[in-house]
């Protein structure tokens, strides 16, 4: 009889262990089939809302605007169900979709799209993309789900800048948007949400259950900084990354046997050296002009990015009002002397040119940890030295760059939306000042004239003809030596699907886009 209990109560023992186990094993296969996307992204995020910046990948996951681009950049309806504009173009009223929640549980409101841009208008926000929006006179809730934004005068660009996201006004109303912990607590609206903000600043997402649009088919997505581009592709190698930005020197070590491929992504994305106009050195136009004719431009592209890019003439060159320009500055060394002559600089006994007793020496930076523009800055620097002009190369800490401090900086700019996007806001003298990009400090009242024109007229062919008009200007009184456009190389995992090849903005900005559509086998 004890044999018999002893015998059953270790059969009893044995069934929970196995139970337990096979329950362990059950979660364990639950957990391994998750669909997880590890982005290995070149620095760290340091902090998630769209008021303050719209340049991260992160921000579109967590937060939706009111529209969003399309797979040709055209501008869609998303949280705005729809909108009216009126005969004068001056008011925009639209109806926002009514099943739209922040992961809290609350309605997305037009409360909160008033909030919104009113704090990004707000000047103690401090926000760089106040200049984007400054065409608003007011946004107004008239209804539960009813927005009216009214405009000092018409702006056809709107539509495309309301693709910035939507912040909650319930959870911050009485907060300092600089300051609050909302912005390592992120409570968005989008397809994911915030499960993890590790201390090493790796950021894991879910899928957002609730939210309104497409459900996305990856259950995660990781943001990890991997600041190297050779360690991020090494990890692409190992698998412990699934997508991430590779330099053009790193094509030849792909193989057809590594667990990635390399998509190639055209881009409006392009590098230039910008001219600190607040120093003697470039104020005369001439110079800048010399610079730019002494470049050559499609041994930087052969070069540097190993044939995958085009030569830049001009910061619209991909838009729709982009207008030819290479005739304005092919490489002409002579004719680059010539003008530097004009402009009254001599050779000196050493080479350098020299005027009223200064040498034409100056630093070019540009981020160490970008080493396509740390060699743009190389090669350019042996480019002027032909010229008499010594061009310093100096590599510095990406977070130690003083971009409106610099002699000169290598600069990475442009956009796949409307032309006035990365356009206004860098060469307009209004952008001037803290917390705002036109860094170089550049000046020109008939380049004012023409931008906001251009950001105003109502007919295209008048926006295409102030662009026009624009671009020769520019050419004419230079703040750049625009050098390249990139392509965008993306290495994904192959088991990785979804990604969508439509034209990218500045730093490859927008991969993610359709991320509900992305898969993981």
């Not at 927005?147 to 006004?169: C, E, N, Y």
Request: aromatic fraction near 10%.
């Amino acid at each position: 009889m004890y044999k018999k209990l002893i015998l059953a109560i270790v059969s009893i023992f044995s069934l929970i262990v196995l139970t337990s186990c096979s329950g362990g094993n059950s979660e364990q296969a639950q957990s391994s089939k998750k669909k997880k996307l590890v982005y290995g992204t070149d620095s760290e995020i340091e902090k998630v809302n769209p008021v303050l910046d719209e340049s991260q990948e992160i921000d579109a996951l967590l937060f939706r605007g009111l529209t969003k681009p399309d797979e040709n950049n055209n501008v869609k309806p998303d949280l705005a169900e729809s909108w009216e504009i009126s005969q004068d173009n001056l008011i925009y009223t639209f109806k926002l979709r009514e099943d739209a929640k922040w992961q809290d549980g609350n309605q997305v409101t037009a409360e909160d799209v008033a909030f919104t841009f009113n704090k990004i208008k707000d000047p103690s926000t401090n926000t760089p993309i106040s200049g984007e929006f400054n065409e608003i006179k007011s946004v107004e809730a008239i209804g539960e789900f009813e927005v009216k934004m009214t405009l000092h005068r018409p702006f056809p660009p709107l539509l495309d800048k309301l693709k910035i996201g939507i912040v909650p006004a319930h959870l911050l109303r009485d907060e300092n948007l600089n300051e609050t912990d909302f912005n390592q607590h992120p409570i968005g609206n989008g397809p994911f949400k915030l499960k993890e903000w590790k201390n090493d600043h790796t950021i894991v997402l879910e899928r957002n259950d609730g939210y309104y649009g497409q459900a996305p088919k990856l259950d995660e997505v990781v943001f990890k900084a991997v600041p190297d581009a050779n360690t991020r592709a090494l990890q692409l190698k190992t698998g412990e990354i699934d997508l991430a930005l590779l330099e053009p020197n790193q094509l030849a070590g792909v193989k057809e046997t590594d667990p990635y491929a390399v998509h190639e992504v055209s881009t409006a994305d392009y590098r230039a050296v910008m001219y600190n106009m607040r120093l003697p050195l470039f104020q005369d136009k001439r110079v800048r002009q010399a610079m730019n004719l002494a470049v050559n431009r499609e041994d930087l592209v052969k070069g540097v990015l190993a044939g995958k890019g085009d030569p830049a003439w001009g910061p619209l060159q991909k838009s729709w009002a982009g207008v030819p320009q290479k005739e304005w500055y092919s490489y002409n060394i002579e004719k680059a002397k010539q003008l530097l002559a004009e402009a009254g600089w001599v050779k000196g006994s050493d080479g350098v040119l020299i005027k009223d007793g200064k040498r034409f020496e100056f630093e070019l930076v540009s981020p160490i940890q970008d080493k396509i523009r740390v060699a743009l800055a190389n090669v350019v620097s042996e480019q002027l030295k032909p010229l008499g002009i010594m061009a310093v190369p100096k590599p510095v800490d990406r977070n130690a760059v003083k971009y409106d401090g610099e002699e000169a900086l290598i600069i990475g700019w442009g956009s796949e939306f409307d032309p006035d996007d990365h356009t206004f806001r860098l060469f307009h003298s209004s952008e001037i000042g803290d917390g705002q990009y036109n860094f170089g400090a550049y000046q020109n009242e008939k380049v004012d004239e023409l931008l906001m024109n251009a950001r105003t007229a109502t007919n295209i062919d008048e926006r295409e003809s102030y662009y026009k008009s624009f671009q020769e200007e520019l050419a004419i009184d230079p703040p750049y030596n625009f050098l390249v456009y990139l392509e965008a190389l993306y290495g994904v995992n192959k088991d990785v699907t979804g990604i969508s090849t439509r034209t990218l903005g500045h730093h490859g900005f927008g991969v993610l886009w359709n991320i509900e559509e992305w898969d993981k086998k």
